[in-house]
């Protein structure tokens, strides 16, 4: 069962997106984390044309 929890706030600077994730046990949790953020910016750039901000990725827990 997977699960993840995403918030997002606008504000003057742009979209703060906060998600809350758990990944696979034995991932490389930096690189997850990377992508994530960077397919979250430009996901949200494209679709909505809106700029973000920041994007606070947190891992809630590892599945094995």
């Known amino acids: 069962k997977q699960m993840s929890l995403v918030t997002a706030q606008y504000t003057k600077a742009g979209l703060v997106v906060d998600l809350h994730i758990e990944v696979p046990y034995g991932v490389n949790i930096v690189e997850v984390v990377k992508s994530v953020k960077?397919?979250?910016?430009?996901?949200?750039?494209?679709?909505?044309?809106?700029?973000?901000s920041a994007v606070h990725v947190y891992i809630d827990g590892m599945r094995v």
């Open 38 to 52: 960077e397919k979250i910016r430009y996901n949200v750039k494209e679709t909505l044309d809106i700029p973000v």
